[in-house]
Protein backbone atom coordinates (compact mmCIF):
# COMPACT_ATOMS: atom_id res chain seq x y z
CA UNK A 1 0.00 0.00 0.00
CA UNK A 2 2.87 2.28 -0.13
CA UNK A 3 4.54 3.69 -3.11
CA UNK A 4 7.81 1.87 -4.69
CA UNK A 5 7.06 -0.95 -1.93
CA UNK A 6 9.24 -3.71 -2.26
CA UNK A 7 8.77 -6.52 0.22
CA UNK A 8 12.47 -8.00 -0.05
CA UNK A 9 14.18 -4.24 0.01
CA UNK A 10 16.33 -3.66 3.30
CA UNK A 11 15.88 -1.26 5.49
CA UNK A 12 17.85 1.60 4.37
CA UNK A 13 17.77 1.22 0.84
CA UNK A 14 15.43 3.79 -0.65
CA UNK A 15 14.06 4.55 -4.41
CA UNK A 16 16.11 6.41 -6.68
CA UNK A 17 15.58 8.33 -9.72
CA UNK A 18 17.15 6.76 -13.30
CA UNK A 19 17.22 8.78 -16.89
CA UNK A 20 17.17 6.35 -19.58
CA UNK A 21 18.44 7.41 -23.03
CA UNK A 22 15.26 6.68 -25.81
CA UNK A 23 15.52 3.09 -27.27
CA UNK A 24 13.64 1.00 -29.97
CA UNK A 25 12.11 -2.02 -28.67
CA UNK A 26 10.73 -4.34 -31.13
CA UNK A 27 6.41 -4.84 -30.67
CA UNK A 28 6.30 -8.44 -31.92
CA UNK A 29 8.58 -11.37 -30.96
CA UNK A 30 11.58 -12.26 -33.65
CA UNK A 31 10.34 -15.11 -35.83
CA UNK A 32 12.05 -18.19 -36.73
CA UNK A 33 12.50 -16.93 -40.13
CA UNK A 34 13.92 -13.39 -39.31
CA UNK A 35 16.92 -15.33 -36.72
CA UNK A 36 18.00 -17.50 -39.31
CA UNK A 37 18.30 -14.62 -41.90
CA UNK A 38 20.66 -12.37 -39.11
CA UNK A 39 22.77 -15.69 -38.89
CA UNK A 40 21.19 -17.75 -36.10
CA UNK A 41 21.12 -21.54 -36.76
CA UNK A 42 17.43 -23.07 -37.46
CA UNK A 43 16.87 -25.39 -34.66
CA UNK A 44 15.67 -28.91 -35.94
CA UNK A 45 13.11 -29.46 -33.45
CA UNK A 46 10.83 -25.98 -34.31
CA UNK A 47 10.98 -27.24 -38.13
CA UNK A 48 7.42 -28.10 -37.66
CA UNK A 49 6.27 -24.93 -36.59
CA UNK A 50 7.44 -22.91 -39.63
CA UNK A 51 9.35 -19.69 -40.45
CA UNK A 52 6.89 -17.18 -39.29
CA UNK A 53 6.27 -18.75 -35.21
CA UNK A 54 8.62 -16.94 -32.79
CA UNK A 55 12.21 -18.00 -32.11
CA UNK A 56 12.48 -20.15 -29.04
CA UNK A 57 14.54 -22.00 -26.90
CA UNK A 58 17.64 -19.36 -27.60
CA UNK A 59 19.72 -18.43 -24.65
CA UNK A 60 20.57 -14.57 -23.83
CA UNK A 61 24.27 -14.96 -24.49
CA UNK A 62 23.69 -16.25 -27.88
CA UNK A 63 20.87 -13.91 -28.81
CA UNK A 64 23.29 -10.84 -27.79
CA UNK A 65 26.11 -12.05 -29.91
CA UNK A 66 23.82 -12.37 -32.84
CA UNK A 67 22.52 -9.00 -32.57
CA UNK A 68 25.24 -6.97 -31.73
CA UNK A 69 26.78 -8.12 -34.76
CA UNK A 70 24.03 -6.38 -36.72
CA UNK A 71 24.74 -3.01 -34.31
CA UNK A 72 21.71 -4.48 -32.41
CA UNK A 73 21.47 -4.77 -28.00
CA UNK A 74 18.96 -6.56 -25.90
CA UNK A 75 17.13 -5.02 -23.21
CA UNK A 76 19.30 -6.01 -19.78
CA UNK A 77 16.56 -5.01 -17.20
Known amino acids: D ?3 YDPDAQGDERPRQ ?3 AP ?3 ARHEL ?10 KRDQ ?3 KT ?13 S ?8 LTLPTQ
Open 50 to 62: GETYPIADVDWFT
Open 18 to 20: VTL
Open 23 to 25: FFL
Open 64 to 71: DALLRARG
Open 2 to 4: KPN
Open 45 to 47: RLI
Open 31 to 40: TQGQWRRLGG
